[in-house]
């Protein structure tokens, strides 16, 4: 007789500004695929990848959001069941750094984590190939050491460093299913349904 285990399902979610590049981090992590053509995320979307942890298999369920004002409604159901979330600017957009203290806040009252002071957030600075750098390597550490985040930058558009932002999600979240998940079931419950271009075998 076969066993069937499906794989833990860790859901992690891109948040801040449109067009700071959330589809396509997210494209080139999941589809090692690049466009420069412009698509404002309607709604939101997600992949679904497995990755190994720690000897375990997870679903890494990645979810973008669109970030325009008139989306902003979706937030509640959408933050919810986080286990971790990936603050997303564009180094070349000073606005869209500044925009993170929001989008944290808004995250921490619309997607009620259990445990606010401890939920995992990691700061993405994306766009790294222009040179018209408008915010600092060290600015942005400033702030993640304030909130207590963890800070990647990289290039979707050069694919670098594309990696290493999702597997900290991973294992952040991973934690945060076992603190959280493990006993509260209710709450942090998720489905996996069929992502757009990605299907695994995640069932949980
Ligand atoms: P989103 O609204 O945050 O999902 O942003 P998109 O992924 O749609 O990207 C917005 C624009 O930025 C698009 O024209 C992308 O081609 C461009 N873009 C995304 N990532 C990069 C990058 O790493 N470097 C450069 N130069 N452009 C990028």
Known sequence: MIEWKSPICLKVILIGNSGVGKSSFMNRYVNHRFTNMYRATI????????????????ALQIWDTAGTE?????GTPLYRGSHC???????????SFTALEVWRKEFLVQGEPLDPEGFPFIVLGNKTD???REVSR??????????????FEG??????????PFMTSAQAGL????????????????????PRETRNNCQC
């Open 138 to 151: 060290r600015q942005a550490l400033q702030w993640c050491e304030q909130i207590g985040a963890q800070y």
């Open 130 to 132: 222009l040179s018209n």
């Open 43 to 58: 709604g939101t979307d997600f992949l679904t990848k497995e990755v190994n942890i720690d000897g375990s298999t997870v």
């Open 70 to 74: 008139r989306f902003q409604s979706l």
């Open 175 to 194: 934690q945060q299913y076992k603190k959280h998940t493990l006993e509260n079931t209710g709450h942090f419950q998720i489905t996996c349904k069929q």
């Open 85 to 95: 979330c990936l603050l997303v600017f564009d180094v070349t957009s000073r606005a």
């Open 155 to 164: 290039s979707a558009k050069d694919d670098v460093d594309v990696e290493k």
